[in-house]
């Protein structure tokens, strides 16, 4: 049997996948990897389904035991990964061995990485998704020490890919977020454009709280209206919230922008103390 054992899980690792669809009406969230293009790279890297479970970490990594041999592509943030104390390149397959032990150091650059396994992790569907949504016990599951994760038999071959991808820094690094308007763009000035949002350290995948030396306090209410990733909601406190991929499906709060989905994906690489601006798309 193919099995990872975890040594130590890090700040927050998950399985995910691309999000859980066709279930809003009930009140479930999409979940899935907070940056899907880092994502959907590894597994495209490994000739993989883009839909195949892999690993979100957040951070700081775990540090994984491979019991078989694998072969493994690491996406997203740069933290640093390593072999055997011997550094490993992201956007590139790589071969870990029987025994070997993959780990993680300092953060380069970004939040979130990803690990990719040739054949997919193997974890609970439900739902239609292995995501793990942690609030309602759904999908995968987040790691802990000891936690064996399975994964489908690796075939021998390499992968059908001679591709060399180059990390995008200005991804990770610009910090110019793309919306369109909301219902309640009114609700806001040409100056909220000019501000730059620090993201507050009560960040999570809900969503990311903002906040700014001008604030936009106001009274105005709406009726419980539908929310969904990406939508940047204006609380009456003036502190802007954008929802992220674990968010609910309806909220009470003004939604101000729509962050797009290249947005979202840029965000979820932001951590706390980062500042945005956002910028309304052409």
Known sequence: ???????????????QDRGRKGYRSFGVPFSGAMDQLSADLGNSI???????????????GPKLLFNQRAIICITGADLSAKIENNPIKTNVPVTIQKGE????????????????????????KTLGSHSTYEKAGLGGAVLKKGT???????SDSWPNTKSRIK????????NIIP?????????????????????NVDSNRM??????????????????????????????????????????????????????ELGINMLAQKKPGDRIKFQIES
């Open 1 to 15: 049997m193919n099995t990872v054992e975890v040594l130590s899980a890090g700040l927050y690792s998950s399985i």
């Open 46 to 60: 490994l000739g993989n389904s883009v839909d195949s479970p892999l690993l979100e970490i957040t951070m700081t």
């Open 101 to 124: 032990v993959l780990s993680f150091g300092k953060l380069v650059y970004g939040l979130r990485a990803y690990i990719c396994i040739k054949g997919g992790f193997v974890s609970n």
């Open 148 to 154: 064996i994760l399975s994964y489908n038999s690796n």
């Open 167 to 174: 990390p995008d820094k200005l991804f990770f690094e610009k």
């Open 179 to 199: 919306v369109t308007p909301g219902p309640e763009y009114n609700l806001i000035g040409k100056e909220f454009f000019d501000l730059s949002f620090e993201i």
């Open 207 to 260: 969503g990311y709280r903002l906040s700014a030396d001008n604030q936009f306090v106001h009274q105005k209410s709406i009726l419980t209206s539908t929310v969904m990733p990406g939508t940047v909601q204006l609380p009456p406190s003036g502190h802007p919230v954008v929802l992220m991929r674990d968010c609910q499906t309806t909220g009470g709060y003004p939604r101000v922008l729509q962050v797009s």
